[in-house]
């Protein structure tokens, strides 16, 4: 991965300490995003034209962020209504708030 990967970090910053691990939701300025209900749009993309930058909600992801030398984007966070945006279609994903039973992961 040559180029930079911007990435929405969703894990507090003890655990990230503690662990090197970063759990979060990679970010994209893929105009095919436009029509994806998973990805919300975060603003313009200064290094990328001012394409619209989309977080993937449906992709979530954790990665060694010492191993891979990852550095804070520029922008260090989105605003909180943003934000908020992005944790209610993760939340509609996951719905860990809902007291929706286990899925059985033995079964397709």
Same mark, same amino acid.
């Given at each position: 991965?040559r @180029?930079?990967?911007?990435?929405l *970090?969703?894990?507090?910053?003890?655990?990230?300490?503690?662990?090197?691990? *970063?759990?979060?939701?990679?970010?994209t300025?893929?105009e095919?995003?436009?029509d994806?209900?998973?990805? %919300?749009?975060? +603003?313009?993309?200064?290094?990328?034209? +001012?394409?619209?930058?989309? %977080?993937?909600c449906?992709?979530?992801?954790?990665?060694?962020?010492? *191993?891979?030398?990852?550095?804070?984007?520029?922008?260090?966070?989105? @605003?909180?209504?943003?934000?908020?945006?992005?944790?209610? %279609?993760?939340?509609?994903?996951?719905?860990? +708030?809902?007291?929706?039973?286990q899925?059985?992961?033995?079964t397709p």
């Amino acid at each position: 991965m040559r @180029d930079l990967h911007p990435f929405l *970090v969703l894990s507090p910053r003890n655990f990230n300490a503690k662990t090197s691990l *970063v759990i979060g939701l990679p970010m994209t300025t893929a105009e095919y995003n436009a029509d994806n209900p998973f990805a %919300v749009a975060v +603003g313009k993309a200064k290094a990328k034209s +001012g394409k619209i930058s989309y %977080v993937l909600c449906h992709q979530p992801k954790s990665f060694d962020w010492r *191993v891979r030398q990852a550095t804070p984007h520029p922008l260090r966070k989105l @605003d909180e209504a943003r934000f908020a945006e992005v944790c209610a %279609v993760l939340e509609q994903i996951l719905q860990l +708030g809902t007291g929706a039973s286990q899925p059985n992961s033995t079964t397709p």
